[in-house]
């Protein structure tokens, strides 16, 4: 079965700027979260969306945000991009009903500059 | 690819040793934990789980072992390769049965040939 879809691959973009991802998850599975890996921090939790409702969000400011829609694809986004935005986004999915099993696609690198 | 990490703890190991990399988990409340592994310029990938009921579970060549009382998970890679060179992560997930992944800072395992 396909995996989990992330574009694009790579971005580069201006301070100030606002930026589009797109996850796509394996067919079936009804919950997207997005992480984001930084060398300094780490991976860290964003948000999940389950049935196109935001279920869990981590500790970030609100310039970042997302949405799934009714197939399950999800989209995040950045406004008013910082330098320290700059990483890599990723997102994994599952069936999200505490069957486990999460897959992560490849991720997008967000360079801002 | 980007490096995953600056200043990760490293393990070095010659193929075909045993590895054991070491990981302390943060939340008591946690009842799934996950092994990934990343290689660079890709998406975590599943190496094998466990949960909070039991103490030990085996894959293929890798072991999980589950210390709850000290909260601490151990992988064990034996015979390692050195295509297992990489970043190892520890996930752990907590009963909210929301799919949010806590985890671990990584640890780059190099193996050399």
């Known amino acids: 079965k396909a995996g989990v879809t992330q574009t694009p691959r790579y971005l580069i973009k201006t301070r100030g700027q606002q930026v589009t991802l797109s996850c796509s998850p394996i067919s079936g599975h009804r919950s997207v979260s997005w992480y984001q890996q930084t060398p300094g921090q780490g991976l860290q939790f964003l948000f999940e969306?389950?049935?196109?409702?935001?279920?869990n969000k981590g500790n970030f400011p609100g310039r970042f945000s997302g949405r799934q829609f009714s197939n399950s694809r999800s989209e995040m986004n950045v406004s008013t991009l910082e330098l320290g935005d700059s990483a890599l986004y990723l997102c994994?999915?599952?069936?999200?009903?505490?069957?486990?099993?999460?897959?992560f696609g490849s991720g997008t690198r967000l360079t801002v500059v | 690819g980007e490096s995953v990490g600056l200043h990760l703890p490293t393990l070095s190991v010659q193929e075909g040793d045993n590895s054991i990399i070491n990981c302390a988990y943060s939340?008591?409340?946690?009842?799934?934990f996950i092994w990934y592994k990343q290689e660079s310029g890709k998406g975590p990938q599943f190496i094998i789980d466990?949960?909070?009921?039991?103490d030990k579970r085996q894959g293929q060549r890798v072991t999980v072992l589950l210390n709850k009382t000290v909260k601490h998970l151990s992988l064990q890679i034996a015979a390692t390769q050195p295509g297992d060179s990489a970043v190892y992560f520890c996930?752990?997930?907590?009963?909210?049965?929301?799919?949010?992944?806590?985890f671990g800072k990584g640890t780059m395992l190099l193996v050399s040939p």
């Open positions: 996930a752990e997930n907590m009963r909210s049965g929301y799919s949010t992944l806590t």
């Open positions: 466990i949960r909070s009921n039991m």
């Open positions: 939340n008591s409340a946690s009842d799934y």
């Open positions: 994994a999915s599952s069936l999200g009903d505490r069957s486990y099993g999460y897959t």
């Open positions: 969306y389950f049935s196109e409702t935001q279920r």
